[in-house]
């Protein structure tokens, strides 16, 4: 079996100071991939850390005040986007549309894309988690080059899981992310890696890491506490 990933999305998080400390306690735990704040990526860069950028523009480049595209991520040495995350598509209203443009670039300045697709409770209560999954799939990979299939690695976070301590069952997760890889599969005959987020912790790593057909962990709140993440990326190795 290939080795799992796993990624710390540090979202909005950490100042300077907080990240100079946290590189210093983790310099034997290089084993992951950090997406922190556009600012902070030079520092784990430096540091030799692999990094993720926690979005991209979804334009090319010129006159898009504020904006950071994938050719200047990729030009300092960004290895991966997170694209299309819950947080991203609910207040700042990335549709599906805008998540398939930057995929797109993000492909195109060969980085590896880490594409976040899931159910709110709602949807999850009416019973429409897969039709929601396969949908923001569908749409979101829509006339990606086939043969850049293999660097989309998908990532299941149900967003009622985000931050609120609550987990699907090992059993319901096992059960989407074979949907995932089926649907992937259907459409572009690649079956693709997924990741978990949502909840993600030092105390549940255990148990979720006996799910078989995970391929890694996308962690946000215990990824900013060095002991909580190494912990993970320990017992996920
Ligand atoms: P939490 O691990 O804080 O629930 O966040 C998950 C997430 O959104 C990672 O992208």
């Not at 556009?38 to 006159?63: C, H, M, R, T, W």
């Not at 043969?147 to 976070?157: F, G, M, Q, R, T």
């Not at 030092?202 to 946000?220: M, S, Y």
Request: one cysteine or more; a negative charge; charged letters at 30%.
């Amino acid at each position: 079996m290939t080795k799992k990933l796993v990624v710390g999305n540090m979202k909005m998080n950490l100042t300077l100071d907080e990240v100079k400390d946290y590189i210093s306690k983790m310099q034997d735990y290089k084993d992951c991939v950090i997406c922190p704040s556009y600012l902070y990526l030079p520092y784990f860069i430096d540091a030799d850390f692999l990094v993720g950028a926690q979005n991209l523009s979804l334009y090319e480049k010129g006159a898009y005040t504020g904006e950071v595209s994938a050719i200047q991520a990729s030009s300092i040495g960004v290895d991966y986007a997170i694209i299309g995350h819950s947080e991203r598509r609910l207040f700042i209203h990335e549709d599906d549309l805008i998540v398939n443009a930057k995929v797109k670039r993000a492909l195109s300045s060969k980085l590896k894309v880490i594409l976040c697709v899931g159910e709110t409770r709602e949807e999850k209560n009416l019973g429409i988690t897969k039709d929601k999954i396969e949908k923001q799939l569908l749409d979101d990979l829509v006339d990606i080059p086939k043969e850049d299939i293999s660097d989309v690695l998908i990532a299941y976070e149900p967003i009622w899981a985000i931050g609120t301590g609550e987990v699907p069952l090992n059993e319901e997760i096992h059960d989407i992310v074979s949907f995932i890889k089926k649907t992937v599969k259907k459409e572009f005959h690649y079956t693709p890696k997924v990741l978990y987020g949502g909840s993600t912790n030092e105390k549940n790593i255990e148990e979720l890491n006996t799910i078989d057909n995970v391929d890694g962990f996308l962690v946000g709140g215990a990824c900013l506490v060095p002991d909580k993440f190494i912990k993970i990326i320990e017992t996920v190795k």
